[in-house]
């Protein structure tokens, strides 16, 4: 290559100049000085070369640190779905329309019958991902609207229903009646904090008087009051409907529901839900002990496993199971004791409808090795009998059976067992440690 690069450039010094249609040939170089052109062109060229190697020097150790601290970053997560708005819930009493939550996407809502919608009845996702307009709930449509009662009863709103609370010598469902009676009991009476003065207007030369939602009239027509309606007080002597499902607490004008300790009140502002300590870390477990949530509460527990006796010893595979430790050939009694012993924790609401299956209990076999032919399921412990029925629901599962009723607060155990034949021969035993803890409410 470098005898041909010389000779191109003999060529390139040495050129033939074409004047008036004759060749004539220029004048070379001598040899000492095409060598010395050579030499600078070959310098040059080698400068050149030099840089653009480390150039590429450079350029190849910064690739090597870049990848390298890439390398360092968490991996993404290449199965990300892409970017959506939080999910939104179905409003009670209604439907969502859309599950998708991807931005540009619209969720749609409608109340059922007998409510409207209070709220945006449309949201669309954004791009910063969330919703556009507010949250929607339905509401009860108010049956008091139409001003159902008469003679200045007043109109209470119940659970889909009304009622009328008649003023003082009305009675009827309006008011439709004059009657002279006591002050009703639901009436709250002696207490400054659960009256108003009621609002008047000269009306063709006669006076009216009304009083604001969830009172009612009181007194004479020259010295009336507006007295607060016991709402809870009404619909517990009316054995309709229960405005609240624990307990309804009366205020004036109105009321409100309330939930035992352990519960919160859900969205219908009536009904009581378990608050679940263990998931939302409000335990104080201590370390080595595992919270087991229950209705109300929650209960820190450490199952052990049965002493040793005899030949018969077990090791704690996992925070609630034993396992027994291999037998000697000759020992019986080691080869009758339960293979395994696990723990369960159920926590069930008082009056829950019977028959009700709390627990299965199965059998699998290891793979290339052919199971038991047949099994038998049994309570052989607890203090809970009579209660409890243990069945067979299909070839290798057992169900305990709730068969009578409990009332809380109460705490159950029962020992339940499954053995396993095979040609009618006994082959293991396998033992459940039930414990139950009954709440005192039904729900």
Known sequence: MALSFRRRCLLLLCLTAIQGGHASVQTCMDKHQVVGV??????????????????????KSKLATLQNSVSKLPQADQTAAPTTCPSLEAPAHGTKLGSK???????????????RLVGSATRACRDNDTWTGISAICKDISECESNPCQNGGTCVEGVNQYKCICAQNWSGSHCQHQTQTAPPEWSVMNDPAFSRRPRCAQVNQAQ???????????GTSDNSICQDVNECEVYRLDQGGKLCVHECVNVPGSYRCSCPSGYKLLADRRSCEDVDECLSQQHNC???????????????????????HGNISYVKT????????????????????PKTVSFHYLSLSSNLQT?????????????????????RFGIVGGNS??????????????????VQQLRGPQEISIDVDMSEYSDRTFQAKHV?????LVSPYNF
């Open 208 to 218: 009216h008087c009304s009083c604001d939602a969830g009172f009612h009239m009181s």
């Open 318 to 337: 996992s925070p609630f199971q034993c396992e027994r430790n291999p037998c000697p050939m000759d020992s019986r009694s080691c080869h009758l004791a």
């Open 385 to 402: 009998r009579g209660i409890f029925a243990m069945q067979r629901s299909d070839r290798q599962t057992g169900e305990l059976i709730l």
């Open 101 to 115: 939550y991807f931005v540009g996407h619209e969720v749609h809502f409608t109340c059922s019958q007998g409510y």
């Open 355 to 375: 028959p009700a299956t709390l627990f299965r209990m199965a059998t699998a076999s290891a793979p290339g090795r052919t199971g038991p032919d047949s099994l």
């Open 38 to 59: 050579l030499r600078q062109m070959e310098k040059f060229l080698k400068g050149q070369e030099m840089r653009f190697t480390e150039g590429l020097r450079i350029m």
């Open 432 to 436: 459940a440690k039930v414990n139950i």
């Open 286 to 308: 201590s370390r080595g002990t595992t919270c087991i949530n229950m209705g109300g509460g929650f209960q820190c527990v450490n199952p052990e496993c049965s002493r040793s």
